[in-house]
Nanobody
Framework: QVQVLESGGGLVQPGGSLRLSCAFS????????MGWYRQAPGKERELVAA?????????NYGNSVKGRFTIAEDSAKNTAYLNMNSLKPEDTAVYYC?????????????????WGQGTQVTVSS
């Protein structure tokens, strides 16, 4: 139904920056939210950032990334972006993007909640 393509992960030194992208494709009628979670080895998955689409782009950030990460979306391109600055070793994790919304199906419309495959971000000197 909805295909997800994540990109932009990699290795960066502490203090550096990375930008993650997440493109969604399919018969998407509208989005309600886009965002990222992350999971480090031995830890639970945690919210990184989320942005609501219909309500003027309200954003929500995990406490550990506030002031350093910024989420943005381009609904016309069905794409979300996560700009990560001042990266720390503790930001090392697999980052998963997701989105929810409505898709067109043969019988009308249907809710979707789709996840990316995950992209590794490693912060190390």
């Amino acid at each position: 139904q909805v295909q997800v393509l994540e990109s932009g992960g990699g290795l960066v030194q502490p203090g550096g920056s990375l930008r993650l992208s997440c493109a969604f494709s399919g018969s998407i009628l509208r989005f309600t939210v886009m965002g990222w979670y992350r999971q480090a080895p031995g830890k639970e998955r945690e919210l990184v950032a989320a942005i609501t689409i219909p309500t003027g782009g309200i954003t929500n950030y995990g406490n550990s990334v506030k002031g350093r990460f910024t989420i943005a979306e381009d609904s016309a391109k069905n794409t979300a972006y996560l700009n990560m600055n001042s990266l720390k070793p503790e930001d090392t994790a697999v980052y998963y993007c997701y989105a929810s919304g409505t898709v067109v199906v043969d019988s009308g419309q249907q809710y979707f909640n789709s996840w990316g495959q995950g992209t590794q971000v490693t912060v190390s000197s």
